[in-house]
DNA sequence: TATATAATTTAGACAAACCTAAAAAAAATA
DNA sequence: TATTTTTTTTAGGTTTGTCTAAATTATATA
């Protein structure tokens, strides 16, 4: 059997359910898959009973799904795809760090291996795309990178982000308002007890940050 | 009204049409479309009525189809993200000349006007793609290049091969046995009478090209 | 634990972009 | 010009990926 090519709604879904799942094996469940591709969950239980024929993943009725190892393993390459698309629009084409994320999702699913492994080597096989995600190399191994995020810190404690998780326009715009990018000191001055928002001190300012958002926020602590 | 997207679909019919009218007016046929497309006449017709309401060609049952301002105006952008792409394949990655198209005919697609400005930007605006064609500007200007192909040529004149039409992969492994390429000289020795077959010399060998062939290649006199 | 609520699935429809077979129109040829 | 051949269109189907409404199962709450 040749590995027959997903669809771009295929690709779309795997790549989902992988996001979902935490790079792995946890369990998704319909719901989380259609809020996210915007999409009826009913509309989400037909692409799931074809995934799962298709075996690259795991369903059981009213419970969710697992994505199987051969659904991890194309997930990966699709992720290849997208992070490397991205460092090429901010290194070579200078666009915002903000603005890629839309048309590195158009981009990621043009098929050819060849074409993002000449890419990869155009880049110099970058580790880290302009949001600080790994990039799984050719073979799909990824350097596992901090799990740290800013509501890991305590009081006094300072980091530099590293990784912003949630890729949406009102997001980035927020993380602008707030001066946050990749790169930036954050000192934890105070969390509020109340709801856990943090209190925290970027470029000489104090700003308030929610709990929601600050578990976006990867860093590194310093 | 929104200027809505249109699909891959009726992106490529339209390049299609365009590619076929001669960059024009000329009228074109269902069945050469769906030659071209390899998309039944029957198919072809369902799609041109569907173009034709959106006013992007004139249709006349039975007789043929014209494109529209507006379609040949979204033609050229189309083609003109294609040839940016084999540019970026060709110089940036590394391809051969003759593995740009397939790939180039799906980047083609992804529709961001920011990503092909900057694009040709990086590219330090080319005026013509890896295969001899012009690359149409952000406006849709298109320098004239030659017309002129090899069956232009008399017996003992001279040409530099400047632009291969056709794109397909059989037609690019037999020019390469004829050591063919763009800036190839080529001269030529006799016309056969017969059908028309033409016999050059090209890196001081003898070889015959038929008609057909000879026809797609075009030439720079000198 | 019984019931209300939420999540999921089933059933039936629809649009897009194809297809095949047959009908209609145009073009070529005898 | 009459007839044959070719081209184009119409009619009716199929697949993919979506939808809404209703039914079913699981979960949360009183």
Redesign the pocket.
């Known amino acids: 059997m040749t590995p027959k090519q997903l669809?771009?709604?295929?690709e779309n879904y795997l790549k989902t359910i992988f996001n979902l799942s935490d790079s792995g094996n946890k369990q998704v469940?319909?719901?989380?898959i259609?809020k996210i591709l915007?999409?009826?969950?009913?509309?989400?239980?037909?692409?799931?009973?074809?995934l799962s024929k298709k075996k690259l993943l795991y369903?059981e009725?009213?419970?969710?799904s697992v994505i199987s190892k051969k659904g991890t393993k194309l997930a990966i390459q699709i992720i290849r795809r997208h992070r490397l698309w991205e460092v090429f629009l901010h290194d070579k084409l200078q666009f915002k760090w903000n603005e890629i994320h839309d048309i590195a999702e158009e981009l990621e699913h043009v098929s050819s291996e060849e074409l993002i492994n000449k890419l990869d080597k155009y880049l110099k096989y970058p580790k880290i795309d302009p949001h600080g995600d790994p990039i799984p190399n050719k073979l799909g191994e990824i350097d596992l990178i901090d799990k740290i995020s800013i509501t890991d810190l305590k009081i006094s404690e300072r980091g530099i982000v590293s990784r912003i998780i949630k890729e949406d326009e009102n997001f980035f715009s927020l993380l602008k308002k707030l001066n946050i990018e990749i790169g930036t000191e954050i000192l934890i001055e105070d969390i509020i007890d109340y709801d856990g928002s943090i209190e925290a001190r970027i470029e000489n300012k104090s700003v308030i940050i929610s709990k929601n958002i600050a578990e976006n926020i990867k860093i590194t602590k310093i």
Chains 1, 2 share one sequence.
Do not use: L
């Not at 669809?7 to 295929?10: N, T």
């Not at 009725?61 to 969710?64: F, I, L």
């Open positions: 669809s771009k709604s295929e469940s319909t719901n989380s259609s915007n999409i009826e969950p009913a509309s989400v239980t037909d692409m799931i009973k074809k369903h009725k009213y419970k969710g």
